[in-house]
């Protein structure tokens, strides 16, 4: 018996049941991105980067293409950092702030993308065989819900987080205090 079968709360049970095929779901498609587009140099995450440049209304600062993949900047920025060295994408002066560059796709970085959605549009077409279109949009739904309140959580953590570390003066370290 599970702990939320114990509590009797049949829509956390399902739910739970859906986040542990999520996470199942996520590493299988990011293998099998990961083979789809290696024959390119790419790997999911690179490919899904080169896709948020792609289709972003303008060019974009690393953390802003971080939050809209709701991914950690840092990571974004060393696969970012790495596109550049390969010369998939370039790096432009952003006029409203000195330090933040732009990131851009580069010519080879657009025939590049465009390489690999032409090998994944005839592999998710036989994926998709099968599956009524109405249950994919009503999956895609209940991921955009749950994507939706996981982020207002996660809002809302953070300011706790923030309020909490106000109210509590912070402690300043010297080096005599590390000294016996």
């Known amino acids: 018996m599970t702990i939320m079968e114990a509590t009797g709360d049949k829509a956390g049970e399902a739910l739970t049941e859906l986040i542990l095929s999520l996470f199942r779901v996520n590493n299988m498609t990011l293998a099998w991105g990961d083979q789809l587009v290696a024959p390119l140099g790419l790997t999911s995450a690179r490919w899904q980067i080169l896709g948020a440049i792609m289709f972003a209304d303008r060019p974009k600062p690393v953390a802003w293409l971080a939050r809209d993949l709701g991914a950690n900047r840092q990571n974004v920025q060393r696969i970012v950092n790495d596109l550049e060295k390969e010369g998939l994408v370039a790096f432009e002066a952003n006029p409203h702030h000195r330090r933040a560059q732009l990131v851009v796709l580069t010519e080879k970085g657009k025939r590049t993308y465009a390489a690999a959605i032409q090998a994944y549009e005839p592999r998710v077409n036989r994926l998709a065989e099968g599956l009524p279109l109405e249950d994919i949009k ?21 300011l706790a987080n923030a309020a909490s570390s106000v109210s509590q003066p912070r402690r300043r370290h010297s080096r005599m205090s590390v000294l016996p």
């Open 138 to 158: 009503t999956a895609h739904r209940m991921m955009a819900a749950l994507r939706s309140r996981l982020g207002a959580e996660n809002n809302a953590d953070d």
